[in-house]
């Protein structure tokens, strides 16, 4: 089955500055990867996708990259605020997959 | 439209014990899952279903049941509580199967903190 990779596991950065988590993915018929954030004590919840058709997408501060050559995508936000941390995961599944497979998390903390 | 919904949201339980975490969802979503989250570990897929009456096994399957009834309903059981079961755990559904046709990833649960002792 699919393996994702997802790195750092945790990343610090100040207020204002951008903060980049990249994953990798195995299976080369992944099609869609969502990106989820959960907040402490929250469910995690859906904040940007992109389809493997697309090279990157947009929304806000927050924007995904794909590379499917490379097989890795990863999620940017920029101008980060004390709101932004969390934990991220990113997630993969091919066209004729069951489940999404996820990355094991990235926890984000921005310092005021 | 309450989406998903899990009980109970927290619970203490015995070595030994059998319990069922219940989740419904009101959305009509064909596909539902369990995950169970543990730190450093991510997200793990416990079971999943494709539609009423189907069911089968994600990657941590072991000491598990579940069943699809209804549209709707998608219990966990645990058979006989162990300590290792002791972990957060998430039900999940979607319009269709991952990876078919237009898809918006999951509608998570709340969640329930289990423990095991």
């Known amino acids: 089955g699919e393996n994702v990779e997802q790195h750092p596991s945790t990343l610090s950065v100040q207020e204002g500055d951008s903060a980049v988590i990249k994953c990798t993915y195995s299976d080369s018929a992944s099609n869609y990867f969502p990106w989820y954030k959960q907040e402490l004590g929250k469910r995690p919840q859906l904040i940007i996708d992109i389809r493997s058709n697309v090279g990157e997408k947009k929304d806000q501060r927050i924007a995904v990259t794909l590379n499917k050559t490379a097989k890795h995508f990863s999620l940017h936000i920029t101008e980060t605020q004390p709101e932004d941390s969390a934990v991220y995961f990113c997630a993969a599944t091919p066209i004729t997959g069951n489940q999404f497979y996820f990355g094991t998390g990235t926890s984000l903390t921005v310092i005021p | 439209n309450a989406g998903v919904t899990q009980t109970p949201k927290f619970q203490v339980l015995k070595t030994g014990q059998s319990m069922t975490l219940q989740c419904a969802q009101d959305?009509?979503?064909?596909?539902m899952s369990w995950y169970r989250q543990d730190p450093g570990m991510g997200l793990r897929l416990i079971h999943y279903?494709?539609?009423?009456?189907?069911?089968d096994q994600g990657e941590v399957p072991n000491g598990y049941n579940v069943s699809r009834s209804t549209t709707e309903d998608f219990p966990l059981r645990l058979l006989s509580a162990a300590p290792s079961q002791t972990s957060v755990y998430f039900c999940?559904?979607?319009?269709?199967?991952?990876?078919?046709?237009?898809?918006?990833?999951?509608?998570f649960g709340s969640g329930t903190r289990l423990t095991v002792v």
């Open positions: 959305m009509n979503h064909e596909y």
């Open positions: 279903s494709v539609g009423a009456g189907i069911t």
């Open positions: 999940a559904s979607s319009y269709r199967t991952p990876g078919q046709g237009t898809n918006y990833g999951y509608t």
